[in-house]
């Protein structure tokens, strides 16, 4: 989950959904992102995002969209990229799901947020922490759920 959905939760989307076919989990596992903003409804990712998927040979053609609230009971999981992300669902109610910041996920590390690259053009830095984030996630899940 990021504001518009073009740039860190199709990243996030993208690189997640690789590890769990690389864990050959695909018929247990799904993952979809969304944003909290309407900006880019239906829109392709950012280029930046494309550009560095492509570049770690993973394959992606969603659509940005918008949470509904809905998804909270929806989805086992929602995971936001920032505080301001994570203040956002909270808005929206209650659910079934959990909703915690990916970072909260990786052990021995300092930092709480993904930044948005949209601005800055920081999508190498913005993997590396999607990357991290991503796989003790999946760690996390398989552990949770019982799964191999």
């Known amino acids: ?35 909290t903003a309407d900006w880019h409804l239906n829109s392709a990712p950012h280029p930046g995002t494309l550009y560095i998927l492509e570049k770690n040979g993973i394959n992606y053609c969603g659509q940005s969209r918008k949470i509904e609230k809905a ?32 970072m909260n996920f990786v052990a021995n590390t300092d930092i709480r947020e993904i930044p948005d690259p949209y601005f800055d053009n920081g999508f190498e830095i913005v993997h590396l922490l999607i990357q991290a984030g991503t796989h003790d996630l999946l760690q996390h899940i398989k552990v949770k759920h019982h799964l191999p």
């Open 71 to 102: 998804d909270l009971d929806s989805f086992d999981y929602i995971i936001t990229m920032d505080n301001e992300n994570l203040r956002d669902v909270k808005k929206l109610g209650k659910g079934s799901a959990v909703v915690a910041p990916l």
């Open 1 to 35: 989950m990021c504001l518009g959905n073009i740039c860190r939760s199709p990243m996030a989307e993208a690189i997640f959904t690789q590890l769990v076919k690389e864990a050959n989990l695909q018929d247990s596992i799904e993952a979809d992102s969304a944003g």
